[in-house]
């Protein structure tokens, strides 16, 4: 890089608009130069290799503030930068996996960035995750985030299910409706279960937790972790002597009914559950037929 160039770009970091148009006005840009100049660690160590470029900047006017959104492989970078005293500051970086979308959402505390992204990928699972931060903050960290859409393939050895989550967000509340579809490999209905969760705070605080659960009607009632693992896809949970409390009606159905397939899918999974009321029912119930 010419001592121009350096200048040039030296000039183009205090400011994320002129910053943005550097970026995408030179092909080959000094990634390791540009990190140095704001001060920051290479958020994206591909860019040096593979390229990066700009996908947009995200303005946001309370406090006043500019996103840079880079865009690279397979991640993504979020630069924050503060106006103050006629210019600009650097404030931080988030790198997450490839954005599906962001923008600013509007809640009763005012303006939030929403990054939604694949967070969970797999043989048999998939998820796809909200991830919201405050630009009110200081710091450039998430304060929530949550699975929007998802699903496990359980392949015979426990219950299927498909995951929709949506939110509603105050100063200090937090109000997440959940659905849950059960079903044996997204072939056989188990059912379904709606449950809210209230998140709260206290005031100027950024930890929220659970403080209450209501389950929809017919929802068995469950407890703040067991919330937990049921509306996040989370190896190995929830274990499946609690899936089979969630899915019992439709259980003790197929037990004491005639489709072959349907029973030798249920002996499968009792055969990996753990000893508890639920599992003695359906054995019984199995072993009478």
């Known amino acids: 890089?010419?001592?121009?160039?350096?200048?040039?770009?030296?000039?183009?970091?205090?400011?994320?608009?002129?910053?943005?148009?550097?970026?995408?006005?030179?092909?080959?840009?000094?990634?390791?130069q540009v990190w140095r100049l704001l001060g920051a660690e290479p958020a994206d160590p591909n860019c040096e290799r593979l390229g990066c470029a700009v996908d947009g900047v995200i303005t946001i006017p309370m406090p006043s503030q500019a996103i840079l959104v880079i865009d690279g492989a397979p991640g993504q970078s979020f630069l924050r930068f503060f106006e103050e005293k006629g210019g600009w500051r650097y404030a931080g970086t988030?790198?997450?996996?490839?954005?599906?979308?962001?923008?600013?959402?509007?809640?009763?505390?005012?303006?939030?960035?929403?990054?939604?992204?694949?967070c969970v990928s797999g043989s048999g699972w998939y998820a796809e995750c909200v991830t919201l931060y405050d630009p009110s903050a200081t710091d450039f960290e998430p304060f929530f985030r949550f699975t929007s859409?998802?699903?496990?393939?359980?392949?015979?050895?426990?219950?299927?299910?498909?995951?929709?989550?949506?939110?509603?967000?105050?100063?200090?509340?937090?109000?997440?409706?959940?659905?849950?579809?059960?079903?044996?490999?997204?072939e056989l209905d188990l059912g379904s279960a709606e449950y809210r969760a209230t998140y709260s705070r206290v005031p100027r605080e950024k930890r929220f937790s659970i403080s209450k659960i209501e389950p929809g009607l017919g929802s068995p009632p469950i407890s703040a972790a067991e919330f937990d693992d049921l509306a996040n896809l989370i190896e190995d949970?929830?274990?499946?002597?609690?899936?089979?409390?969630?899915?019992?009606?439709?259980?003790?159905?197929?037990?004491?009914?005639?489709?072959?397939?349907?029973?030798d899918w249920l002996r499968s999974v009792l055969m990996s559950t753990k000893d508890t009321p639920e599992k003695q029912l359906l054995q019984s119930m199995l072993d009478r037929k």
């Not at 770009?9 to 148009?21: C, D, G, H, I, T």
């Not at 988030?94 to 694949?118: C, I």
């Not at 949970?237 to 029973?263: C, F, M, Q, W």
């Open 1 to 32: 890089m010419g001592i121009f160039a350096q200048s040039e770009l030296a000039q183009a970091v205090k400011n994320p608009y002129e910053l943005a148009r550097y970026l995408n006005s030179h092909e080959a840009v000094d990634w390791k």
């Open 94 to 118: 988030q790198f997450t996996d490839k954005a599906r979308g962001y923008g600013v959402d509007r809640s009763g505390s005012g303006p939030l960035l929403r990054v939604e992204n694949q």
């Open 149 to 186: 859409y998802g699903w496990a393939i359980g392949y015979g050895a426990t219950v299927s299910r498909t995951i929709y989550g949506r939110v509603e967000i105050d100063q200090d509340r937090i109000v997440l409706d959940s659905r849950v579809n059960y079903s044996i490999n997204e």
């Open 237 to 263: 949970k929830p274990a499946n002597d609690r899936l089979i409390v969630y899915t019992l009606t439709r259980l003790k159905e197929i037990a004491s009914g005639s489709n072959p397939e349907a029973k």
